[in-house]
Nanobody, 120 residues
């Protein structure tokens, strides 16, 4: 079983910055991809950014140029550097990961989320 724990969420003023972290632990053979999604009250969960084990990244249009995703494969950790934050970035940020627990058993896990609130 693979667990994901997010951290770094906070209350910040518009224009400010935050860095989120998500660490994976448990029985991990390899992690193919990690990422960040977010969900605001009354809205659907949406993609923020993803990163593969090789470092390929993908971003939602709404965060391009402001957010940067990175990962430390040795630590099974993914980061999200968020700058120029806007009130519409306020949401619960979740970290998913997909990979293999062994050579044969795939996994897909989600963390519990970390709250980001941006005040105007």
């Amino acid at each position: 079983q693979v667990q994901l724990v997010e951290s770094g969420g906070d209350l910040v003023q518009a224009g400010g910055s935050l860095r989120l972290s998500c660490a994976a632990s448990g029985t991990i053979f390899s992690i193919n991809a990690m990422g960040w999604y977010r969900q605001a009250p009354g809205k659907q969960r949406e993609l923020v950014a993803t990163i593969t084990s090789g470092g390929s990244t993908n971003y939602a249009d709404s965060v391009k140029g402001r957010f940067t995703i990175s990962r430390d494969n040795a630590k099974n950790t993914v980061y999200l550097q968020m700058t120029s934050l806007k009130p519409e970035d306020s949401a619960l940020y979740y970290c998913p990961a997909v990979g293999f627990s062994s050579s044969y058993y795939p996994f897909g896990s989600w963390g519990q989320g970390t709250q980001v609130t941006v005040s105007s």
